[in-house]
């Protein structure tokens, strides 16, 4: 079974690569340059809104 996932997995990432390859292959310079843009965005929001830990949370990490 870890077997069958471990080939969905790799199966998986190998479809993501291609479309990004695709993507930037396909798409000209400016739209790429948005894309990324917002792109940072979102992930900058996403690592905002999970990456604080709360206080008595943090307490229990670091002590």
Do not use: H
Not at 7 to 25: C, E, I, K, Q
Not at 32 to 61: C, Q, S, T, W, Y
């Amino acid at each position: 079974m870890a077997k069958m996932s471990n080939t969905v997995a790799t199966l998986f990432a190998g479809v993501v690569v291609g479309v990004a390859v695709g993507y930037l292959l396909a798409t000209d310079k400016e739209k790429r340059k948005e894309d990324m843009e917002k792109l940072k965005k979102g992930l900058n929001n996403i690592k905002d809104k999970f990456g604080k830990v709360p206080a008595d949370i943090e307490e229990n990490i670091y002590t």
